[in-house]
């Protein structure tokens, strides 16, 4: 199994404690985590501040990644926090009107091919910096309409998909990334959930022969 991970600071393992933004250890990073658990290959594709792309030039970085990867059983993305953190005005609608469009071109790649099921599209944790003051509570709350927008798009283009919402993750004292310990977590979850999935996998292949 390789499994390509696409997502933002919350996959590449950012370290809030840092004060230059320094990564967490290989051993405290979900993705890594998960490829100790199963045995797997995973590829962590995180990057720092990454939002949903949109225009050419990230798109195409994005094919190149994939690219680069392929051929690949499943493909995790995770992404909309900083489309949310950056907004003025944070609307889930525009973010999950992005995030569908980017579901548009990632079923499109040669590497994906339209099989919406090798995709997992996961719902980033909600964040919680309302406690820094009252202009920011519309974030939290914006920030929990994640699942319902995601999982639309997961129905109506035949992924799969996570709501990280429902693991109980720890956050660190920023109240948007991951703890080293919501770290650890979230990859017993997605071990979890990849679980289920090889069992669909092989169900499907079953049913083909």
Not at 30 to 53: A, C, D, H, T, Y
């Amino acid at each position: 199994m390789r499994i390509f991970c696409f997502g933002d600071s919350n996959t590449y393992g950012y370290d809030a404690r840092s004060l230059l933004g320094e990564r967490l250890g290989e051993n405290e990073r979900w993705p890594e985590i998960l490829g100790k658990l199963s045995g797997w290959e995973v590829v962590n594709e995180g990057m720092n501040g990454r939002e949903i792309p949109e225009s050419p030039w990230f798109l195409e970085r994005f094919d190149h990644l994939l690219s680069a990867c392929a051929p690949v059983d499943a493909l995790f993305l995770m992404l909309g926090s900083n489309d949310l953190l950056n907004s003025y005005r944070p609307d889930m609608e525009n973010i999950g009107s992005r995030m569908e469009k980017f579901v548009k071109h990632v079923l499109e790649h040669p590497a994906v091919d339209g099989r919406g099921e090798i995709v997992v599209l996961a719902a980033p944790p909600p964040v919680e910096i309302g406690c820094c003051g009252e202009e920011y509570v519309c974030y939290d709350r914006e920030s929990h309409k994640f699942g319902t927008c995601y999982e639309a798009i997961a129905k109506q283009y035949g992924l799969r998909f996570a709501n990280t919402a429902d693991w109980e993750l720890s956050l660190a004292h920023d109240g948007v990334h991951l703890s080293p310990e919501g770290h650890a977590r979230f990859a017993d979850q997605m071990w979890t959930l990849m679980q289920e999935f090889i069992v669909h996998k092989l169900n499907d292949k079953l049913q083909i022969l």
